[in-house]
């Protein structure tokens, strides 16, 4: 155990704020150096003079999350990982796991999910993978950054039993997992810098959630280093030529205490230890080309089809057309510090296709967004092309210039080109199939009725093209679901285009936040939240529900009862009938994917606690859960639960507050 005696004042306030961009300070090898890296979905490692090496790029986060796959979540996080282990990395700054409030934020790739368990869960699991070959990691953005716009000077106005009902409990989710660093946010939360704000610092994610590891702030987040101490912020990042100075003038004037220096530096000093302990950990067991086909994988699982008229599977002897930029570079991800450079050479889709057993040809009828400003190119020839072939296949979306770090989105919908186009070889063959990429919700109110199939793709990684050409063969079942809800338009949302005034954001709908808000007001969307079609199809039955030792077996059974094998996400909501508060009409609290044969049937079981019932009161300061009856549901989606079952509750007397009976 290091001896912090052995240290002097200055040496530890040293250690207090990095060495430079990448690496924590060593005191001139007292201590080892820790290097961190970017890398939500994949390494992002650069040289000294500031080239991006390239990695394997996964799949973006929010896809991670379409698959609703915990096995995959940690088998990318080991592969990643690995990467980390062959650079040198010691801690990989990731995952994140901020709602995603709004479709218009423009890191919303990097995000799980619009639920918290859904993305509690997938992370807790990441974690798992990355630290299971002794890689730290740093689960972020704590908490309320919901947007990018102005996140260094706005102010998250949130109320406490919303943050604890949807904005912190991703965090405690994969809090289980044990993550050796937690980084704080840019922006204001109720008017103080989240850097600086002890309640919820120490507060919350110490106190609270239990967390004994470093804080680390987002870098550039810290404006003042000696107020983000007294919050419990242990390193700054990067580092920054007035950072000492600022502890030694407040450590002088009796504002920050020797406790309060120590406690960080402690847990500093925890974590260069750890990073040595967890060496024997660093082992790499999957070759290059194995993580690329870890990729491709996770892209299939992550595919969603929204819509198929019988146009999918494509068949052997049929003659596909493929047209749109995508299907010739790919989706690797969204722009700013997580983009990743990979060696990779995205792959044709149309040849993609070929090699899974159909005839494809593409040609270049939709250029890129450019083409706004030039008309189409060569459109006359794509589409003659595309009406003559048995079908069509279009790829259109967002790239990492529309969904980027430190900027939103302004719309949901394609660019007019795209539309225009999507219109036209729809036009030429009803027999069109949109492949969309993208990071969040997307406006397909334009044209969704004039195409027979849409694929939502996410931002997909190097091996995209060949995750989708594999989907649109067959050769993988679709099983990908929706991690967030898709409205007809952005007017439909709970926040619609408004984004704050610069200096206060308020979280006005509250609770109500993605599939809660469109239940409530029973409002009709485009894709509910968790949707997602298959090849197959599946059958639910045999709903129990039992108590058992103050916890809920829920158990039921799916069963495959088409030819094809497939996976199917099951999902479990639970709604209060009757509440003292304003309450979701449902909420997801457990899912699980299974893997079915033609004509086989699972038995699935979930166990729930009261704590899965409950809502946070904000005069008790803690959890309640009311007596009553509540409605236990299961199904594919959000909107789509053919089994439910009520469930009454009924706890001591003692436990709840009074309500008033009429006589």
Not at 28 to 51: C, V, Y
Not at 281 to 305: G, N, P, Q, W
Not at 329 to 339: L, N, P, R
Request: proline share 3%; charged share 25%.
């Amino acid at each position: 155990m290091f001896d912090l005696n052995s240290l002097t004042l200055d040496e530890k306030l040293t250690l207090l704020t990095g060495k430079d961009c990448w690496r924590t300070e060593s005191l001139g090898g007292k201590l080892p150096e820790i290097f961190m890296s970017d890398g939500p979905h994949g390494l992002r490692t650069m040289t000294e003079d500031w080239k991006t090496l390239p990695a394997t790029a996964f799949p973006t986060l929010s896809a991670l999350g379409s698959t609703w796959n915990k096995v995959l979540a940690k088998e990318m996080g080991e592969a990643i990982a690995e990467e980390a282990i062959e650079r040198n990395v010691d801690i990989v700054l990731a995952p994140g796991v901020n709602i995603k409030r709004t479709p218009l934020c423009g890191r919303n790739f990097e995000y799980v999910s619009e639920d918290p368990c859904l993305a509690g869960d997938m992370a807790e699991q990441y974690i798992e993978g990355v630290q299971s070959r002794g890689i730290g990691t740093s689960l972020k953005h704590f908490a309320a950054n919901n947007r990018e716009f102005d996140r260094l000077f706005q102010s998250s106005e949130v109320d406490a039993r919303t943050l604890r009902e949807i904005y912190f409990p991703a965090f405690e989710r994969a809090l289980r997992a044990k993550p050796w660093t937690v980084m704080c946010s840019y922006n204001l939360l109720n008017g103080v810098y989240v850097s600086e704000n002890k309640k919820l610092l120490d507060g919350v994610l110490r106190e609270d959630f239990g967390f004994d590891g470093v804080i680390v702030s987002d870098w550039d987040a810290v404006v003042d280093r000696a107020k983000a101490l007294k919050a419990t912020v242990d390193l700054q990042m990067p580092h920054t030529d007035n950072a000492f100075d600022t502890l030694k003038a407040a450590y002088e004037r009796g504002y920050i205490t020797d406790e309060e220096i120590d406690a960080s530096v402690q847990r500093l000093v925890a974590l260069a230890e750890k990073v040595i302990s967890n060496k024997s950990k660093r082992k790499i067991t999957r070759t290059k080309e194995e993580r690329h086909e870890l990729a491709v994988k996770i892209a299939s699982e992550a595919a969603v089809l929204l819509k198929n008229e019988g146009v999918l599977p494509l068949k052997e002897g049929e003659r596909i057309y493929v047209g749109g930029k995508p299907a010739k570079t790919g989706a690797f991800g969204g722009g700013g510090s997580s983009y990743v450079e990979s060696e990779f050479k995205p792959k044709d889709l149309a040849e993609c296709i070929k090699e899974c057993g159909v005839n494809a040809v593409y040609q270049e009828a939709y250029f890129s967004d450019d083409g706004a400003r030039h008309g189409f190119y060569n459109l006359r020839g794509g589409l003659a092309r595309a009406a003559s072939a048995d079908k069509a296949v279009i790829a259109v979306g967002f790239d990492r210039y529309t969904d980027c770090e430190g900027t939103d989105r302004t719309t949901l919908k394609l660019s007019p080109i795209a539309v225009e186009f999507i219109r036209s070889v729809a036009k030429a063959n009803p027999r069109t199939i949109v492949i969309v990429y993208g990071g969040s919700a997307v406006d397909m109110s334009e044209w969704i009725d004039d195409v027979a199939a849409v694929i939502y793709a996410n931002f997909n990684g190097e091996g995209g093209n060949e995750a989708i050409a594999r989907v649109l063969t067959g050769k993988v079942n679709p099983s990908g679901k929706l991690q967030e809800s898709f409205p007809l338009c952005l007017e439909d949302t709970p926040t619609g285009s408004y984004r704050g005034n610069g200096c206060a954001d308020v979280y006005t709908e509250r609770v109500f936040v993605g599939y809660r808000y469109y239940d409530e007001a029973d409002m009709p969307v485009l894709f509910p939240f968790g949707h997602g079609l298959s090849y197959s199809v599946f059958e639910y039955g045999g709903l129990s529900v039992k108590e058992k030792g103050g916890k809920y077996e829920v158990s039921f059974t799916v069963k495959n009862v088409s030819s094809v094998a497939g996976k199917e996400v099951c999902q479990l909501y639970i709604g209060a009938k009757q509440s003292m508060v304003a309450r979701p009409v449902r909420e997801l609290k457990a899912f699980d994917k299974i893997e079915l044969a033609a004509g086989e049937k699972k038995k699935v079981v979930f166990t729930l606690s009261l704590r899965d019932f409950a809502y946070y009161c904000e005069e008790l300061d803690g959890w309640r859960t009311e007596n009553g009856i509540y409605t236990v549901s299961v199904g594919g989606s959000s909107r789509e639960l053919p089994l439910s079952a009520e469930l009454e509750i009924k706890l001591s007397a003692d436990e709840q507050p009074s309500q008033r009976v009429w006589a």
